[in-house]
């Protein structure tokens, strides 16, 4: 596909499972980006990719939290003991190099219950 | 701490009413200045990145701009398809601080 495809697009789980979102970005993207939008809050960065490295992990919450990327291409984010307070919509953006545009796929709404 | 911070948070216009959304930042290291569409339930649609102070972009009836403080987003004549919530975000970095955005109406 032309643009950022993420899976699921609804996430609905019950507190302390495990959860794993996926991330295609646009093909030939080498930066890949998770942000997190909770309601009424602006986006929030995560974690950083260039290539399979994450030179940035600056913004992941809490150590629940982990990502990956494999063949400089798909890129999973996994929650561990997911709380309720990890309920929001997970991005994932990619570009063609850094000071690029990011382009937003349309999201994973987690639903902690 | 580098922040960016938007206004108004909601703004409703008639159609053909034209109005401005305003960005102000303060992040050390700018590397450029983005604004971004975003329609419910969907991710951000990239609109314009702006470099320098100085620098104007255009896009049908929209119309972005940068100083060394603040950006706008401009709308002129607008139309009720222009109704969504408009993200202004500062590149540090290697990462985009967001504003929490305004969200425009437009009535017919």
């Known amino acids: 596909g032309a643009g950022v495809s993420q899976s699921p697009s609804n996430k609905v789980t019950e507190k302390g499972k495990d959860v794993e979102l996926r991330c295609d970005p646009i093909s030939g993207h080498t930066a890949l980006y998770w942000y997190r939008q909770s309601l009424g809050q602006g986006l929030e960065f995560l974690i950083y990719f260039q290539g399979n490295s994450a030179p940035d992990k600056s913004g992941l919450p809490s150590d629940r939290f982990s990502a990956e990327r494999t063949g400089g291409s798909v890129s999973t984010l996994t929650i561990q003991r997911t709380q309720q307070e990890d309920s929001a919509v997970y991005l994932c953006a990619s570009s063609s190099q850094g000071s690029q545009p990011q382009h937003f796929g349309d999201g994973t709404r987690l639903s902690i219950l | 701490e580098d922040q960016v911070t938007q206004s108004p948070e909601a703004l409703r216009l008639q159609e053909g009413e034209s109005s401005s959304l305003n960005c102000s930042y303060t992040?050390?290291?700018?590397?450029?200045l983005f604004w971004y569409r975003q329609d419910p339930g969907k991710g951000p649609e990239f609109l314009f990145t702006?470099?320098?102070a100085g620098e104007e972009k255009e896009k049908e009836r929209l119309k972005a701009t940068l100083t060394k403080k603040e950006s706008f987003l401009h709308i002129t004549a607008p139309k009720p398809e222009d109704s969504a919530t408009y993200l202004c975000?500062?590149?540090?970095?290697?990462?985009?601080?967001f504003g929490t955005g305004t969200r425009l109406q437009v009535f017919p």
């Open positions: 975000a500062a590149l540090d970095t290697d990462k985009l601080i």
């Open positions: 702006l470099y320098s």
């Open positions: 992040v050390s290291g700018l590397r450029g």
